[in-house]
């Protein structure tokens, strides 16, 4: 059997120190059943079943973390906005109350 590699597919991933062209990362497997990943020109991981479930694994769990910290923020950012509205609203009642009138 000779050795040989199918490029299962390449990406663009927005990435800091790359700056507005990206990172390209590019994901093969070879006839030897492994997973190579390559990141941009300077890096290069091959691994076997166990590393990539891993590594998806940790992928995963980084993704979940994200979107839990946005949606909390975000229900954050309207607790605020309706706090605040509820203050205004509060001090305009108050404004307009005449002392003694229930």
């Given at each position: 059997m000779c050795y040989s590699t199918q490029?299962?597919?390449?990406?663009t991933i927005e990435n800091e120190s790359s700056g507005p062209r990206?990172?390209?990362?590019?994901?093969?497997i070879d006839s030897l059943e492994k997973v190579t990943i390559?990141?941009?020109n300077g890096m290069t991981i091959?691994?076997?079943?166990?590393?990539?479930?891993?590594?998806?694994?940790?992928?995963s769990n980084a993704d979940q973390m994200i979107r839990a910290a946005r949606a909390n923020r975000e229900f954050n950012d309207m607790m605020d906005t309706l706090d605040?509205?509820?203050?205004?609203?509060?001090?305009?009642?108050a404004a307009v109350t005449v002392p003694g009138d229930k």
């Amino acid at each position: 059997m000779c050795y040989s590699t199918q490029i299962i597919g390449r990406a663009t991933i927005e990435n800091e120190s790359s700056g507005p062209r990206g990172l390209t990362v590019e994901v093969s497997i070879d006839s030897l059943e492994k997973v190579t990943i390559v990141l941009g020109n300077g890096m290069t991981i091959r691994t076997g079943e166990d590393g990539i479930d891993d590594l998806s694994s940790l992928l995963s769990n980084a993704d979940q973390m994200i979107r839990a910290a946005r949606a909390n923020r975000e229900f954050n950012d309207m607790m605020d906005t309706l706090d605040h509205d509820d203050r205004i609203h509060n001090a305009r009642v108050a404004a307009v109350t005449v002392p003694g009138d229930k």
